[in-house]
C-alpha cells in the first residue's frame, strides 16, 4: 500500500472508531475526506511577529500561512478555505494600501470565502467596495442589508461548494453596527437579527437545497460573560438548528479545539475560533460515509 493511501485510510479509521464505527461496513471508496481550514481577526497581519515579540515571537505571517494551507492542500486537495472577518486594520500595511494587499494575498492563497467584519467599514463601504476587485473569492453575509448603497449585490448571502459529491452550504452573520461602528462608515446598510436570519437560511440549504454540511461565518463573537442580552456564537448555536459548524470572529478567541453545544433541535454544533493576528489557522477535518453521516476531528495550528 502506498504511504499516502495508508495514511489517508489510517486516518478515516480512527475519526470512525472515535465513535464506535468500523470500516469494515463500509467500501474505502466511500468514505470522503473534506478539509475546513479557517482564520478570523487576521487585522492586516502581514509579517511575522519579530524574535522578541513579548507575547508572540516567530508567530504568524502570510508566506508561513500560505506553505502551510499549500502543505495541507497536497495532503487532501478537497480543502475549504474560510474567513470569519475583520481583515483589516491593525498595522501600517493597511493605512496605506487600504486593503489591496490584504485581498491580494487571500487570493494568492485562495481563499473561497469571507464573511465581513465591523473593521472592515474602517475606511468606509466606498474604501471596501474599491478593493473589491483585488479579491478572486467570495464576501458571504446574510444578515446585513446593503440594497441602499454602493455595496449592494458585492455580497452573498450564501454560496454553495461541491467538493468531491460532499455539498457544503456556507452563509454568514455579522455583529450589529449601530453603537460599534461609526455611522457615515455603513450609512444605509440595514443590520438583521442574526437568528431570525439563520432560520432562513438553514431551511434553504439544509432541507431545500438538502446540503450534506452546512457552515456559518460568524463575527458576531464567541461570548460576553458580562453581557448576557447580547447574542454570541455560543447563544446563537443554541437558538437555532441544522447548522454543522459555526467558524467563529470578533472576540479573538484561543481555542484549542471546538466548543460542542447543543442546538435547539439536540444535536451538536461545533463552535471554532482560532484567536487574532494569523497565529493560529483552525482545520477541522470531515469524513462522510456512504450515507453522508459525517465523523470529524479538529486542530488549531501556530504558523
Same mark, same amino acid.
Given at each position: 500500500m502506498k504511504r499516502r493511501e495508508f495514511i489517508e485510510k489510517t486516518a478515516a479509521s480512527t475519526a470512525l472508531l472515535s465513535l464506535g464505527l468500523s470500516l469494515s461496513s463500509f467500501e474505502t471508496n466511500d468514505i470522503? =475526506?473534506?478539509?475546513?481550514?479557517?482564520?478570523? @481577526?487576521?487585522?492586516? =497581519? #502581514? @509579517?511575522?511577529?519579530?524574535? @522578541?515579540?513579548?507575547? /508572540?515571537?516567530n508567530k504568524g505571517g502570510v508566506s508561513r500561512r500560505a506553505a502551510l494551507i499549500e502543505s495541507i492542500r497536497k495532503e487532501n486537495p478537497n480543502l475549504l478555505l474560510l474567513d470569519a472577518g475583520d481583515i483589516f486594520q491593525g498595522t501600517p500595511y493597511f493605512n496605506y494600501y487600504g486593503g489591496e494587499l490584504e485581498f491580494k494575498l487571500m487570493s494568492m492563497m485562495k481563499y473561497d470565502a469571507s464573511t465581513i &467584519?465591523? =473593521?472592515?467599514?474602517?475606511? &468606509?463601504?466606498?474604501?471596501l467596495y474599491a478593493q473589491l476587485p483585488h479579491a478572486t473569492f467570495d464576501f458571504i453575509n446574510s444578515n446585513y442589508d446593503f440594497k441602499n448603497t454602493v455595496m449592494d449585490g458585492q455580497v452573498k448571502p450564501y454560496k454553495i461548494f461541491n467538493k468531491n459529491g460532499i455539498k457544503v452550504g456556507v452563509f454568514g452573520v455579522g455583529i450589529e453596527l449601530a453603537g460599534l461602528v461609526d455611522k457615515k462608515m455603513y450609512l444605509e446598510t440595514v443590520y438583521n437579527d442574526p437568528v431570525e436570519v439563520a432560520q432562513d437560511m438553514t431551511k434553504l440549504l439544509k432541507q431545500e437545497q438538502k446540503c450534506d454540511l452546512v457552515i456559518c461565518l460568524s463575527h458576531i463573537g464567541y461570548n460576553y460573560k458580562d453581557d448576557?442580552?447580547?447574542?454570541? @456564537?455560543?447563544?446563537?448555536?443554541?437558538?437555532?438548528q441544522d447548522i454543522d459548524l459555526i467558524i467563529g470572529g470578533h472576540t479573538h478567541t484561543f481555542l484549542d479545539k471546538p466548543t460542542i453545544v447543543k442546538n435547539k433541535a439536540g444535536k451538536d454544533v461545533l463552535v471554532n475560533q482560532v484567536g487574532c493576528y494569523g497565529i493560529n489557522l &483552525?482545520? #477541522?477535518?470531515?469524513?462522510?460515509?456512504? /450515507?453522508?453521516? =459525517?465523523?470529524?476531528q479538529s486542530a488549531s495550528i501556530v504558523v
Open positions: 470522503k =475526506h473534506l478539509t475546513v481550514l479557517h482564520t478570523n @481577526d487576521v487585522h492586516s =497581519h #502581514i @509579517d511575522p511577529f519579530p524574535a @522578541d515579540d513579548p507575547r /508572540n515571537p &467584519g465591523n =473593521h472592515d467599514f474602517d475606511n &468606509g463601504l466606498d474604501g448576557a442580552s447580547k447574542i454570541s @456564537d455560543l447563544k446563537f448555536a443554541a437558538q437555532t &483552525g482545520r #477541522i477535518d470531515f469524513y462522510f460515509d456512504k /450515507n453522508k453521516v =459525517h465523523t470529524n
